[in-house]
């Protein structure tokens, strides 16, 4: 729906006058903080306009009026944004990581100190996606065994840091030099191999006096494809100022302040938010309902991804109220974003 300068100027005053100061805004605010010479009258048929077009609703406690949804969208695609995707900047940089990577610093560490800079920069709730384990590479194995009943404990180690354990039973009686062996020949195999490249065929290497292991082996290379197979279970977010939302004025209201809580609960419910909603070289805006429905009708979702070695691995978001300051939310994301993906670089 298109709307005449005049129309724009109006709502963009109402919603940045609404954004500071969390109060209806009055026909009178407007004339006197517009700079196009209007009556308060004329003012306000605009608003009432506005109002009938669903870009403005009208407290029923207040004279003045506040944006809704549809006023918030038009607000960030059709003034902020001109109708054009918002697209990463690879040219900007000028928000500090202050992150002291280094060769032997695990991703995940890097990803729980970049979230909370991130609260820090926005004072919003900020959440980091970690790599889906079949984006991360072998780094090495762990075998132990139970000491009885032909039971063992695996453990994988990418290079993201991420660690997946898993027990389980099998039969042939291996003893602790077996375990080695096994150990050495797919920590030598699989090294640095794509955790979705491994499979129960993948050729493994063994020489002519090893084929006992093989069966083990093999058992091994199921279990690792069994947790690419689960990526949302074994997957983790990271997530830094869940509090800081209940601090606005808007969520005085008990119900409201429920449902938030509730979904802030809910880290499986979050992170695959962030991951559906998540773009390549975009950054995303979703409004309210357009984020989960009824229960996020109060909160904005502005995210992308960032990457590693040329792909997206993850997902970056920041969870605010609809009343949140997007512009410098999508300014401050995009220039996050390429940060966060020069440290993650480093260790290349």
């Keep these: 729906m298109k709307l005449n300068q005049r129309k724009k100027e109006i ?13 209806p805004v009055s026909s009178s605010y407007i004339a006197e903080n517009i700079n196009m010479n209007l009556s308060s009258a004329t003012i306000r048929k605009e608003m009432s306009e506005l109002e009938e077009m669903g870009f403005l609703s009208h407290p029923h406690t207040s004279a003045g009026r506040i944006p809704t949804d549809q006023g918030y969208r038009y607000y960030v695609d059709s003034i902020l ?21 280094d060769k032997n610093m695990d991703f995940e560490k890097i990803l729980v100190l970049a ?31 139970f000491g009885s009943n032909n039971r063992y404990m695996f453990i994988l180690i990418t290079d993201s840091g991420r660690v997946m354990k898993a027990s389980f039973e099998i039969e042939g009686g291996y003893n602790d030099l077996d375990l080695q062996r096994v150990r050495n020949i797919l920590n030598t195999e699989l090294k640095n191999k794509y955790i979705n490249e491994i499979n129960e065929n993948l050729k493994i290497k063994i020489l002519d006096n090893e084929g006992s292991l093989l069966f083990m082996i093999k058992k091994i290379l199921k279990l690792i494809k069994s947790f ?9 977010i990271f997530i830094r100022g869940a509090l800081s939302i209940l601090k606005d004025p808007e969520f005085i209201d008990f119900n409201k302040v429920k449902n938030i809580i509730g979904l802030l609960e809910n ?14 070289e975009e950054i995303s805006v979703r409004i309210g309902s357009e984020i989960y429905g009824q229960d996020t009708c109060d909160l904005s979702l502005v995210s992308t991804k960032y990457c590693y070695d040329g792909s997206s691995i993850g997902s970056i978001g920041i969870i605010g109220p609809k ?16 940060n966060l993906t020069d440290v993650l670089n480093l260790k290349s």
Excluded: Q, W
């Design 11 to 23: 709502l963009k005053s109402i919603i940045e006058s609404f954004i500071e100061k969390a109060e």
């Design 228 to 236: 690419k197979e689960n990526t949302n279970y074994y997957n983790r």
């Design 323 to 338: 009343r949140m300051d997007y512009l410098k939310v999508i300014n401050t994301l995009s220039v996050f974003r390429e």
């Design 81 to 101: 944004l001109g109708g054009h995707l918002i697209k990463v900047n690879p040219g900007s940089r000028g928000l500090p990581m202050n992150i002291p990577v």
């Design 115 to 145: 979230t909370e800079l991130l609260f820090k920069f926005t004072n919003y709730l900020s959440m980091i996606v970690a790599p889906e384990i079949n984006k991360s590479k072998f780094r090495h194995i762990e075998l132990i065994n």
């Design 267 to 280: 880290d499986y419910l979050l992170m695959k938010i962030l991951k559906n909603y998540s773009c390549d």
